[in-house]
């Protein structure tokens, strides 16, 4: 087990997301289902936590009501290699109710932020000279165009 686990908390979809985000990265698994005890405080049997690795990374999703919802105070970053990478979980992560933000940023089906940069991201904005028009591409952007930034 990892020592910092990201711990996700759902209304009742923890099961379905966890099922979701495993379908779209490759090295990925559900780990444990456990379920909510007789006299616990959702009905006994229904599930109350998922744990699932993400490539390689673990995760939890707790099923814990509708007493908080996930805000874009917090992001998952999906760092890709290619622009092909890029289109791929765009694609993945907006399809079925998900929408897209600006810069990268974007909101899945069930709430949660994500950003689907270029690996090479910090290194084009950090040039002193080419950051700035960087910057200014990516403004203009909603999935990122890593030939755009480069040229930038």
Same mark, same amino acid.
């Given at each position: 087990m990892d020592r910092i686990t990201t711990f996700l908390w759902?209304?009742?979809?923890?099961? $379905? !997301?966890a099922n979701f985000y495993v379908s779209i990265f490759k090295?990925?698994?559900?780990?444990?289902?456990?379920?909510?005890?007789?006299?616990?405080?959702?009905p006994a049997g229904k599930v109350?936590?998922?744990?699932?690795?993400?490539?390689?990374?673990?995760?939890?999703?707790?099923?814990?009501?509708?007493?908080?919802?996930?805000? $874009? !105070?917090?992001s998952l970053v999906v760092h890709c290699d290619t622009q092909d990478e890029i289109d791929y979980y765009w694609e993945k992560l907006t399809s079925d109710g998900g929408q897209e933000v600006q810069c990268g940023w974007l909101k899945d089906k069930y709430g949660l932020s994500w950003q689907v940069v270029p690996r090479v991201i910090g290194k084009l904005m950090s040039d002193p000279v080419k950051g700035k028009r960087v910057?200014?591409?990516?403004?203009?952007?909603?999935?990122?165009?890593?030939?755009?930034?480069?040229?930038?």
């Open positions: 759902f209304n009742d979809q923890a099961e $379905e !997301a090295n990925s698994k559900i780990k444990q289902v456990s379920r909510y005890p007789e006299g616990g405080p959702a109350m936590v998922v744990v699932f690795e993400l490539d390689g990374r673990e995760f939890q999703a707790l099923n814990g009501g509708p007493h908080f919802k996930f805000t $874009e !105070a917090i910057m200014a591409e990516v403004m203009k952007m909603k999935k990122l165009d890593l030939k755009r930034m480069e040229e930038a």
